[in-house]
């Protein structure tokens, strides 16, 4: 049944079913929320950043804080990683 929804979640038309798709899929794996970054740098040097996702407005706006994200074991790792990835221990910091 997963494998269906993340094609369906690969397949999303428009920015509005995919962010419906991946709360959908994440409450049937039991997580109550989510939050997805899609970061794209521009060829004019400008970095268009979209999160999706369900997560409270007060973790949005603190999710905005450069300096926290410079901290941010998953924000380092989304910089260097080209393909999706599952936090977990391994990426805790020491």
């Known amino acids: 049944m997963l494998l269906q929804q993340f094609v369906e979640i690969s397949e999303a038309p428009d920015v509005a079913t995919l962010e419906r798709r991946l709360v959908d899929v994440t409450h049937a794996m039991d997580f109550g929320l989510v939050l997805a970054v899609v970061i794209a740098d521009r ?3 400008q970095r268009h950043v979209v999160r999706l996702g369900n997560t409270p407005e007060a973790f949005v ?3 905005r804080n450069f ?3 410079a901290r ?3 924000n380092r ?3 260097v990683a080209s393909l ?3 936090y977990d221990q391994m990426l805790a910091p020491e």
């Open 67 to 69: 300096e926290g994200l």
């Open 72 to 74: 941010d074991p998953i």
């Open 43 to 45: 060829p004019s040097g």
């Open 77 to 79: 790792r989304a910089h």
């Open 84 to 86: 999706p990835f599952i």
């Open 61 to 63: 706006e603190a999710s």
